[in-house]
């Protein structure tokens, strides 16, 4: 469904609505949005607000990502390319709603932004290219704020309703950041609206076929984060090769890209080989986690 209606409304971190329920969700509703809405916010660096820049020298600094980021030449690449990326205020605030409120998807936005730099840098060679996949890295869970902290801190499985709530973040975050960014072709819009997406049409929100090489990379981050943290329906998160066989798994059956894959799997190699000369197995070894009710309904 290329023009998807809203199940539910869009509204700013202050809580003013933008769109309502019902409102059939195409490019040119939202630029009606925006040009009835002029904003001109104020933009910082990310890393001069709060404690953002502080926050992620900690979590690279967990396993597995100690291992990912041991290149000191690397790590320093990676962070000097992050200190660029200027986002508007209110979506900085946003982001440190999530400290404050869900610290989980707070921990979560932050390392896909890191991960998915650290890849791009390898996958894409065009320095403008490479700066709005930043950008979209630190954006791209950003509409979790429409949607109840009840339901991203839930424990127990999400019944249906809950979970098309929780889906809801992918059209919600297309909006805001359009509205932020006073851009609806912005890219970050589409990373926020397309990174549950799947290159086989499985995904959502629209069901497309995603054929974007680089919110593939942010895609792959965005599982691959979920799957080794620790997540409020997952005591227990997912050991680094069974995330990683699970990836595999994916795109071998045509849902993600192999090549990010390949670069993951690469940059979880104590010898940093070359992504294009890393061979991925096929074989499933690891262990899925006890009492994960992810993906589990509700009945």
Known sequence: MLTPKLEYPIFTFDQRELLSAGTMLSPETVTELIEKNKVIEESYPLFTYGRAKKDLFHFIAQPPYTIIFADQKVNDSVLKNMEKVILPLPILDGLYHFRRKDFYTYRHILMVSALSTL???????????LAREMIAGSTHDIGKLCVPFDILKK????????????????????????????DVRHFAAR??????????????????KLHDPMIDIITVCDIYDALIAQRPYRPESFENRTALEELTWQANSGKISIKVVQALIAVNRTKKTP?????????????????????????
């Open 275 to 299: 992504y294009s000369e890393c061979k991925v197995s096929d074989e499933r070894r690891g262990r899925v986690p006890t009492e994960n009710v992810y993906g589990i309904t509700d009945s």
């Open 119 to 129: 890849l791009a840098e390898q996958l894409i060679s065009d320095q403008h290219e």
């Open 191 to 208: 990373v926020a609206r397309d990174h549950h997406e799947r290159k086989d049409g499985s995904g959502y929100p629209r069901g497309i």
């Open 155 to 182: 424990e127990s499985p999400l019944t249906a309703a809950e979970r098309e709530a929780l889906k809801h973040h992918t059209l919600a975050g297309y909006v805001l950041v359009s509205y932020y960014f006073q």
